[in-house]
């Protein structure tokens, strides 16, 4: 079957730097994804790895072990606005079908 | 990316009763997913729609229940049929678009509630 892991809930400072972590367990991998969603909202898409490495957009970087299984979404320079919930998405099998992490949920607070 | 639409946003349905939810898509596109969100969880796959076949449905889904078109390559529907109040739900669709990076966009969302 399939297992993405990440953190339930995060809390940081504005201005610092927090990282979210993703591991996973699936049958096939075709890349990973790292979604924002604001309440209420439909989810956005952030970043994308499918190779190992770092991955940097803007305040936002994304790093891949597929050894590992392992990913992390780096959110630097925090705004309050980066309160929402945090989804690790990986792709896996010949449909390009995504399974979806329970997502973390990351509040930033003065 | 791709610009996308749903209708209704929103809506409060009896039970036994079926709602249809319409996805508009701004360009053509091959792969159209339909996901359900429940209230604090993530996202499940439905189904995927491909334009010209049969939707293909994941474990725990099936036809009879959540039926799904796929017209053309910009437009899909799923249907919530025979309603319960465990079909509460945010129903969500999205498209695949990119060329050597393909990304999932996702629509607004149709947020359903099944008193």
């Excluded at chain 1, 201005?15 to 309440?39: D, E, K, P």
């Excluded at chain 2, 049929?81 to 966009?105: A, F, H, R, W």
Aim: hydrophobic letters at 30%; charged letters at 15%; one cysteine or more.
């Amino acid at each position: 079957g399939q297992n993405i892991d990440q953190p339930t809930e995060m809390t940081a400072t504005e201005g610092a730097i927090v990282q979210i972590n993703c591991t996973y367990q699936t049958s096939g991998f075709n890349g990973l994804f790292w979604y924002q969603q604001h309440a209420g909202e439909a989810p956005t898409f952030l970043s994308y790895n499918v190779l190992d490495g770092l991955e940097e957009k803007g305040r936002f970087s994304s790093f891949l072990s597929r050894s590992k299984g392992y990913s992390y979404l780096l959110l630097k320079e925090l705004q309050m606005k980066d309160s929402a919930s945090y989804l690790c998405a990986v792709k896996t099998g010949g449909g390009n079908k995504l399974t979806f992490g329970t997502g973390t949920q990351l509040k930033v607070e003065l | 990316s791709a610009v996308i639409s749903q209708k209704p946003s929103r809506d409060i349905c009896q039970r036994g009763t079926s709602l249809t939810i319409q996805c508009q898509v701004d360009s053509q596109v091959t792969m159209m997913f339909w996901y359900r969100q429940q209230p604090g969880q993530s996202l499940t796959l439905i189904a995927t729609a491909n334009q010209g076949s049969e939707a293909t449905y994941e474990s725990g889904f099936v036809i009879d229940k959540f039926p799904i078109s796929r017209p053309n390559l910009t437009f899909s529907t799923l249907t919530v049929s025979n309603m319960s109040p465990e079909d509460s739900s945010i129903y969500l669709c999205s498209v695949e678009k990119g060329t050597g990076q393909e990304t999932q966009y996702f629509g607004p969302g149709t947020r359903l509630l099944v008193l």
